[in-house]
């Protein structure tokens, strides 16, 4: 699952700049250079693009939910080192607190 949603994401990231390549600036854009003024005129300039733009949209969420899905599917290869901590709490012991040395006065008053 986790390579199906990075894979899919790739695809849209370089759907994503095609489309936005194509797409009319004010400088006239690529789709001006590589005849897409004919078939602007025959679709209509302003319907393509809304097409244009409305394609933008979706492959921009697109791009957002493969990414959320893949941090939910993301293998658990971080779990085991949790495990290890956890082992190593619980093998954690009080610590010792060593007695005092006994003195010489503290040996003649018994």
């Known amino acids: ?4 949603f990075v894979s899919l994401a790739i695809i849209s990231a370089i759907l994503l700049v095609l489309v936005v390549l ?3 600036s004010k400088g006239g854009g690529l789709s001006s250079q590589f005849g897409g003024s004919g ?11 809304d097409f244009l733009e409305r ?9 957002m939910v493969f990414s ?3 941090n939910l ?15 190593a709490k619980g093998q954690q012991t009080a610590p010792v ?13 018994k």
Not at 97 to 106: C, E, G, L, V
């Open 73 to 87: 599917t993301t293998p658990n290869a971080i779990s085991s080192g949790d495990e290890l901590i956890e082992k």
């Open 1 to 4: 699952m986790f390579v199906l």
């Open 68 to 70: 959320m899905a893949t």
């Open 55 to 63: 394609t933008t949209w979706g492959l921009a969420i697109a791009i």
């Open 39 to 49: 078939a602007s005129n025959l679709i209509g300039v302003k319907k393509t693009g």
């Open 97 to 109: 607190i060593p007695k005092a040395p006994q003195t010489s006065a503290d040996t003649t008053k």
């Open 22 to 24: 194509a797409q009319n």
